[in-house]
C-alpha cells in the first residue's frame, strides 16, 4: 500500500527550507497560527493534485523569492516534484514523476485527496457555488474526462456571455455555443447526479452511525431528471434566450445549479446545529473517501487542517477509523490517538 514517507518544501509560502517525515498511519502537525501548518498540507496536496487548494502559483512563493519547489517521496521510492519558476514567460509549473517531466499533471499520476478544512463547512452554508465545487472535486478524482468536459464548458459558456454583453440579437451567432454547451452541459448534470445518488444510498446510514441517532438525512437538486438531456438544455437556452439578453448572461445550465441537504426534512443551512452540521461533513467526507477508493482503487490520503479539536470526543473516536494515511494540523497537541507521530513547527 502506497504511504507519503517524506514532504519537502523550499520557497514555499512562509517557509525557506523544511521537510517532514510523515507516519505511515497518522501524523501530526502542531503549530501556533501562522507558522506554516496549512502551508506543507496545501505543498502536498499541490505536488500530488497539481493545483493548490488555497491560492494561485505565484501567490505560493515565499516573499521576495521568484521560485518555489516542493518534493514527495513515497514508500515504495516513486518520487513526485513540483516547482514554479516566476521568471520563465509560461508561468507554468513542471511535474516530475519519478524523474519524467511534464507542464500538467496527468489525471492517472494525480493522487487522491480527502480535504477537511475549517472552510469545509461552506457546502452546508455558502453560495450554490460551493457545492457545486465540492461535488466537481469528487468528480475530478475519478474520472479522467471531467476537467476537460468541464473546461470545454466553461469556455462556450464565457464566448456566450461576452456576446451577451456586448448586446448581439441575432440568435444564429448563439448557435454554436448552444449547441456546445447543451452537449458538455448534460453531460456534467448526469456525472453530477450518479454521484450524489451514490452519496445519498449511504449518508443517512454514515451519519447515524457517528451521530448515534435516528436523525434522516437527504439530498435534493434543484434540477429534474429531464433537464440531463443534450435537447432540453439546448431548447432552454432558446427558450430563455431574451431573458438572458437582458440581463446579460446565461441562465440555465448546470452552472446554475444547485443542491441541499435536509435533517428531518428541513434544510440543514438554517435549522442544523454545530455538532449537526459537522457530522453532516464528516459523513459526506467518509462517503467521498469510499467513492474514490473504489474507483481509482487507492486509499486517499485524509488531510484535517485545524478541524480535529473542534470536534467532541464522540466525533474524534469515529473520525480516524481506517487505514487510510492521516494528517492532521492542530494548534495544540492531541492525545489519545495511536500509531501518531507528531511534527512540532513551534520546536523549528
Known sequence: M????????????????????????TTIIIGKNGIGKTSLIEALYTALQGKSFK???EELLKY???????????????????????????????FYVNGKKTHRLLFKDKYPIVLFEPDTTQILYGSPSRRRDYIDSIISQIDSQYSKIQATYDKALRQRNSLLKQGVSDSIHY?????????????????????????????????RSISKNKDSITIS???????????????????????????KHTTVGPHRHDFNIYI??????????????????????????????????????????????????????????????????????????????TINLNDK
Open 221 to 247: 437538486t434543484d434540477y429534474t431528471e429531464e433537464e440531463y438531456t443534450n435537447k432540453k438544455l439546448f431548447d432552454d437556452l432558446s427558450k430563455y434566450f431574451n431573458k438572458d439578453r437582458i440581463i
Open 264 to 341: 428531518n426534512n428541513k434544510p440543514v443551512a438554517t435549522t442544523a446545529s454545530r455538532g449537526e452540521a459537522r457530522t453532516i461533513i464528516l459523513a459526506l467526507k467518509f462517503i467521498e473517501t469510499k467513492i474514490i477508493e473504489e474507483i481509482v482503487e487507492k486509499k486517499p490520503i485524509i488531510i484535517l487542517d485545524d478541524v480535529y479539536s473542534e470536534l467532541d470526543d464522540t466525533r474524534q473516536r469515529n473520525l480516524i477509523t481506517s487505514d487510510n494515511q492521516y494528517i492532521i494540523t492542530s494548534t495544540h497537541p492531541i492525545e489519545g490517538l495511536k500509531n501518531t507521530k
Open 175 to 207: 448557435f454554436p455555443w448552444d449547441i456546445t454547451l447543451s452537449e458538455y452541459g448534460s453531460s456534467i448534470i448526469a456525472r453530477r447526479e450518479r454521484i450524489i445518488k451514490k452519496i445519498n444510498e449511504t449518508i443517512e446510514d454514515v451519519y
Open 2 to 25: 502506497e504511504k507519503i514517507t517524506s514532504v519537502s518544501v523550499k520557497s514555499f509560502r512562509s517557509h525557506d527550507k523544511k521537510e517532514i517525515k510523515l507516519h505511515p498511519q
Open 64 to 94: 521576495n523569492e521568484k521560485w518555489w519547489r516542493v518534493d514527495v517521496l513515497f514508500n515504495d521510492k516513486t518520487t513526485r516534484s513540483t516547482s514554479f519558476n516566476s521568471d520563465l514567460k509560461t508561468k507554468q509549473k513542471e
Open 55 to 57: 491560492g494561485k502559483d
